[in-house]
């Protein structure tokens, strides 16, 4: 049996299609630098931003900040007094203070102990901030309540209290976004609050999608014509594509004819495509013509065909050289589930090596199982809902029933795929409570 067809686990090819992505990236990470607005969510920096202007970065400060000109008048003091003999002991400012806005505020209480003269309140107001609301209680309010009449201060003022000063946040030539960090929506708020219009970003990858096979018909609206199937495959990856953000172009369904295989796939790359992703076509019968294509007529090395695991078996990764670029193909299963489930495992992970991702495999968390669940020969990715009870240290996952893999209700609701290990004598089943890994959906 010739290597790419050896019965190798996951997580091998997973790491083969890995390193032919990374250098897919290298390779077009040094062909294509573009510029894109900051509607590019979700791409990923080529080089790190640096913030050259304190300016761009604001200190708040609703009291005093004279270097934002942003300074309240206040007025004379009208009485100070102590008072020692009282419920509450404290030395009392009776303060009548005009803030710009020409309202009048309250009176203050000081903490026991905190004695101030008028001189000295003066210097408070100038180079300190009293105390937040969070750090005062009321003591008296007008009878509708919409008025403080009188608050007490639980915590004295200190120099700086509440001032921010000007590059506190982001100070000038601070690295602000890191080449490789991925944009997500803080990162693109980041960047627009120190003036950037437009960030330079790695590309992603634009995915070409095709389905093969003579049997399957487009969901178009026409009655499903005899001996046909309606094509479920190419809505759910190109959905599955754009909820991640990654472009992608389709085409008509090819059929299980060589040449017309090779002028769908042409038609295809002439589109610019990066990665082409079909469904169909990979498994070992006479009509599974994706790999003898790919290798007579345009010349692919096959990484891997066959993978030990359920579903997608047949799973197959290749690449060649198109009008002077490299281009990945990974075809995937042709039963409906098979393909969502591979798409996810390995379409998914490629795209987002491709564009630069840093982490861009999926994120992975243990789960206990709810029900008792039969083992396959081979790994099995068991669709499964989880929940999230009070009372379990673990989401709860609950398989989705038959795993048959043309019955796409069994992806509907799910939200995980169990990582179940390869039957044995000794294990023949998982029960219940006991813990697995999930990737999830």
């Known amino acids: 049996m010739i290597p790419e067809l050896r019965n190798l686990s996951y997580e091998r090819r997973l790491q083969r299609l890995e390193l032919i992505s990374l250098e897919q990236r290298r390779l077009r990470g040094q062909l294509i630098e573009t510029f894109k607005y900051l509607n590019g969510l979700n791409n990923v920096t080529m080089e790190g931003l640096f913030e050259r202007d304190d300016k761009k970065t604001f200190s708040v400060d609703p009291l005093a900040n004279k270097q934002n000109e942003c300074i309240v008048n206040f007025g004379q003091i009208s009485e100070l007094r102590n008072v020692s003999a009282t419920k509450h002991p404290v030395s009392v400012m009776m303060l009548g203070v005009v803030a710009s806005n020409g309202e009048k505020m309250p009176p203050v209480w000081f903490p026991r102990g905190y004695r101030l003269n008028a001189s000295a309140y003066k210097d408070v107001i100038v180079t300190k901030i009293l105390p937040g609301v969070e750090d005062t209680e009321l003591v008296k309010s007008s009878d509708d309540g919409r008025v403080e009449i009188e608050i007490r201060i639980l915590k004295a003022p200190e120099v700086g209290l509440d001032i921010r000063p000007l590059g506190c946040d982001i100070a000038a030539g601070e690295l602000v976004l890191p080449e490789g960090i991925y944009l997500g929506a803080a990162e693109v708020g980041l960047a627009a609050s120190v003036g950037l219009a437009r960030v330079k970003v790695l590309p992603k990858p634009l995915v070409g999608v095709l389905s093969t096979g003579n049997e399957v018909q487009a969901a178009d609206g026409r009655p499903l014509a005899s001996g046909c199937i309606f094509d479920s495959n190419s809505p759910t990856l190109v959905s599955l594509l754009r909820l991640q953000h990654f472009p992608c172009v389709t085409a008509r369904s090819a059929r299980d004819a060589p040449d017309h295989l090779k002028t769908s796939i042409a ?148 939200r995980a795929l169990l990582v179940l290990p390869p039957r044995s004598d000794s294990r023949p089943s998982l029960h219940a409570g006991e813990v697995v890994s999930a990737i999830l959906l």
Do not use: W
């Not at 994706?290 to 695991?309: E, S």
């Not at 098979?338 to 564009?355: E, F, G």
């Not at 199982?369 to 009870?389: G, K, Q, V």
């Open 267 to 414: 038609q295809l790359l002439d589109q610019g495509v990066d990665v082409l992703v079909t469904s169909g076509g990979v498994s070992m019968g006479d009509k599974d013509i994706l790999r003898p294509v790919l290798q007579a007529d345009f010349n692919a090395t096959i990484h891997f065909a066959q993978v030990f695991m359920k579903p997608g078996k047949p799973t197959t990764f290749a690449s060649f050289d198109y009008e002077g670029r490299r281009r990945l193909v990974l075809g995937l299963p042709g039963n409906p589930v098979s393909a969502t489930v591979t798409a996810n495992l390995y379409l998914l992970p490629l795209c987002r090596a491709i564009a630069g991702v840093p982490d861009f495999r999926y994120t992975q968390l243990r789960v206990k199982l709810e029900h008792n669940i039969s083992l396959d020969p081979r790994p099995e990715y068991h669709r499964a809902t989880l929940t999230f009870p009070s009372s379990s240290d673990l989401p709860v996952a609950f398989s989705t029933g038959s795993q048959m893999s043309s019955r796409l209700l069994s992806l509907a609701n799910a």
